[in-house]
């Protein structure tokens, strides 16, 4: 079975101070990975994704993934964080079986000033 | 990228009213839609997936004769709540998954807000 854990409910950073979200799944071939953000009231928007060849990935907004087969892991991380950047961020994934889509339970993301 | 459309984004219904919300993919065809509830400071919960002329797969749980979903066509799915009451006050997504796509990436849309008075 599928899983997809995320580390912390809730994590509050400074300004200007790297983010770090955790997300680790578990699945018994490498699977297509994901993080999404979601603002307030809106639906969730593609940060960034892995589905072959470097894992190191970059996505929008200054983010980046570091996909590790051998820690079954996908942490989500941003060098410096933006007010903007406060919102709630989901990892997910899809085992290469296109009819299903697994879901981490979220991280909230606070940037303090 | 791929634009998933949700209409209407807010909706206040009374109890025992049926709603409609409708998801469209605007720039691709999608052969597969998905329909999540989220409760407030919670995941997303995978009500059912659509296929394209097809009946709906129903996750376990979910009222398939409560929550209706019809997905006539390539870029449209819709969800209806059926005599709806105070508890199916929820925010509800879907998402769509491209015919042309092989890296099972979502798109999402951006919501509906269903409060049930």
């Known amino acids: 079975a599928q899983s997809v854990t995320q580390l912390g409910s809730h994590v509050s950073v400074s300004e200007g101070a790297l983010v770090l979200l955790r997300c680790n799944y578990s699945?018994?071939?490498?699977?297509?990975l994901f993080w999404y953000v979601q603002y307030p009231n809106q639906g969730l928007q593609l940060l960034l994704k892995?589905?072959?060849?470097?894992?190191l990935v970059k996505g929008i907004n200054g983010f980046e993934a570091e996909f590790k087969k051998s820690e079954t892991s996908f942490h989500l991380t941003k060098p410096s964080a933006h007010m903007s950047d406060a919102a709630e961020y989901f990892c997910?994934?899809?085992?290469?079986?296109?009819?299903?889509?697994?879901f981490g339970s979220g991280t909230k993301l606070n940037v303090k000033p | 990228g791929a634009v998933v459309s949700q209409h209407p984004s807010w909706v206040i219904c009374k109890s025992g009213t049926s709603v409609k919300i409708e998801c469209r993919s605007l720039d691709f065809q999608a052969t597969t839609m998905f329909w999540y509830r989220q409760f407030p400071k919670q995941s997303l919960m995978l009500m059912a997936t659509?296929?394209?002329?097809?009946?709906?797969?129903?996750e376990q749980g979910v009222e398939k004769d409560k929550f209706l979903i019809n997905h006539a066509s390539l870029t449209l799915s819709t969800l209806t709540v059926t005599s709806a009451h105070p508890e199916d006050s929820s925010f509800y997504i879907c998402?769509?998954?491209?015919?042309?796509?092989?890296?099972?990436?979502?798109?999402f849309g951006e919501g509906s807000r269903l409060t049930v008075l």
């Open positions: 659509s296929n394209e002329g097809s009946k709906a797969t129903y």
């Open positions: 892995y589905t072959t060849g470097a894992t």
């Open positions: 998402s769509a998954r491209s015919r042309d796509a092989n890296t099972g990436e979502l798109f």
């Open positions: 997910a994934v899809n085992p290469r079986n296109f009819n299903k889509f697994y």
């Open positions: 699945s018994s071939v490498p699977p297509y």
